[in-house]
């Protein structure tokens, strides 16, 4: 039987390593999709954003500079290229993301699509990167080499989010903390949930966001809908499914300059609802889960990534369209 998803390989990053050596976990055919995917992203930002690279380093007090500037070297990019890819999220508004955060008896589990532009060439460079320190694991995040900025982690201190595209009359605001580079922050940094959660509502950011955050109990569960100056916390009703797309659902905010994400947004948010209306005694396997994030009804064109998260077991894992994946790069990725 031919599943419509495969799973795709952890890496792990030792942060102990000297910059010059860290990213030796990627090869060359990596390293080689990694600069072909931050063509793709690069071609997509207008020339009058560049300066937004020197702007990026300032307002981050230069906290991934070392980090970049090795990736960087690592890919045979600028740096600048890098950072912008990094914060494309600000600047460019053409993804969406699906993403159910379930109460279950095993605790609570984070099912997502994440969907951004090119979804071909990000589902076949997206890996899980696992950050340890000293043997010790600190977090982990679905992305691409070159990734620093996150859209999806979990951090070993019992807690794990996601990030959901949304459009606000409030625009850019340039001196804000960018938002993957703040949810980068927040993983490392944050100690348990309650923590997270105020990091995600207090911070200034550069644009608007929707960022699911989970812990270890049922009762961890929120949506924090942002603009880069104002926060609400959405929290489900007892052990009710909760459910973000794209659009705000206590904010009042214009979104109609995304319309393409508006048009499908309310009908995934059905569906994923419709779909677990009631407190599950144990937790769906990931097969019902991937089956419900492969529907027709909830996945897009642009979907590029399907993940899992169970703080409480830390458990994350990551699959992609099987669609994107040439029979080569399946038989390569089952041997890793």
Known sequence: MNLPWIERPQL??????????????????????ARELSEEIRADIPASLRFVANVVRVRTLNRFQNEMCSLAQALEIDWRDLALANVSYDLVVNFGCSTLALA???GPVLARNMDWFPADLIARNSYVLDYYYHDQHRFSQANCPGGIGVITGMSTQGFALALNAVSCEEGLNRWGYPVLLHLRRVLEDARNFEEALRMLTEAKLASAALITLIGKENKERVCVERTPTQAVQRWPEGNDPLVTTNHYQLLSEDTSNIESLASSSCPRLDSLSDTYCRFAEKAPSDAQLLYSLTDPSVMQEITAQHILCKPRENYFK???PAKFMQESEKEETAGI
């Open 318 to 320: 990551l699959f992609v």
């Open 104 to 106: 279950t008896g095993e």
């Open 12 to 33: 792990r990053v030792a942060m102990e390593k000297p910059l010059s050596h860290r990213w030796e976990i990627f090869s060359d055919a990596m390293l080689e999709g």
